[in-house]
C-alpha cells in the first residue's frame, strides 16, 4: 500500500489528543471549544482531516485547506494534516484503515476524538467506523504497517452539526471560556459557514452554534458546552472529585 495523498498543512507530533474529521470543519463544529481550551492548559492537539471536503458550491482545495489551516491556528493546535481521501466517498476499507493507522503509530495519541457514529452524513458514520478500525490496527505487532505499535487508551465521540442523536451524550465539557476562539475557529471557514459567501443553502452558521452551545451549557449549568458520547464506560477512581 501507499501513502495515498497525505498532505502536512503544519506541525510536528507526537500528540496528546487526535481529533478525526471527515471534512474540514467537522472537528471545530463538534469540539472546537474542547481544542482550544485543553491547547490553552498546555495539551498538544493534532486535527486530522480524512478529505479536503471538495466539491462543494463555493469552494477549492487550496480554498479549504488554507481556511482550515488558519481555523486551526486560531483554537492553538500543534498539527494538522489530510489523509487524502474523496470526499463523499469514504470507506472503511483496507487501504483506508492501513492508512489511518501509520498515522496514528506516528502521532501516538493516548485519546483519538471521532464523528458520532450516527449521523446523516454518511461520511461521518464512515469516518467513525475508519477511526475505530484503524485504532485497533495501529495496536498490531508484525504488519507492513508504518511505525512502532501504539495502543489509544480511550476513543470519545463528537456530535457534528445533526444533532437530533445528540439529546444523551455521556458527558459535556464546559467552553465557557473558549466558546469565543470555537467561534472564531468556524467563522475562518468563510466558503462553507458566511451566508454572504455561500448562499442561502448555507447548512449552518456560527451564530447557530453558539445557539447549540449555549443549549448545552444551560443543561449543565454554565453558559457554554459541548457534547461527547462514548462506547464504553468511564471508570472514577475517585466519584466524588468528578461529581
Known sequence: ?????????????????????PHPDDAEIGMGGTMALLAQ????????????GEPT???????????AREAAEVLGVCW???????????????EARWLLAGWIRRLRPRTVALPYWVDYHPDHVAGAQ?????????????????????RVQRIVYYYSIHL????????LVDISKTVATKLAAL???????????????VPVTAEDLEVAARYWGWLARTTHAEPFALRTPLLLKDPLATF
Not at 475508519?130 to 501504539?150: K, N, T, V, Y
Not at 437530533?164 to 458527558?171: E, G
Open 1 to 21: 500500500m501507499t501513502e495515498g495523498g497525505f498532505r502536512l498543512l503544519f506541525g510536528s507530533g507526537p500528540v496528546d489528543l487526535l481529533v478525526i474529521s
Open 57 to 67: 458550491p463555493v469552494g477549492d482545495p487550496p480554498r479549504r485547506l488554507q481556511e
Open 130 to 150: 475508519l477511526g475505530e478500525a484503524a485504532c485497533f490496527w495501529a495496536r498490531l505487532s508484525r504488519s507492513d504497517i508504518p511505525g512502532e505499535p501504539h
Open 164 to 171: 437530533r442523536d445528540a439529546h444523551r451524550p455521556a458527558f
Open 187 to 201: 467563522r475562518c471557514y468563510r466558503s462553507q459557514l458566511d451566508p454572504a459567501v455561500r448562499g442561502p443553502d
Open 80 to 94: 494538522r494534516g489530510c489523509l487524502g481521501l474523496r470526499n463523499r466517498a469514504v470507506v472503511p476499507d483496507l
Open 41 to 52: 492548559r498546555g495539551r498538544r492537539v493534532g486535527i486530522l482531516d480524512l478529505t479536503d
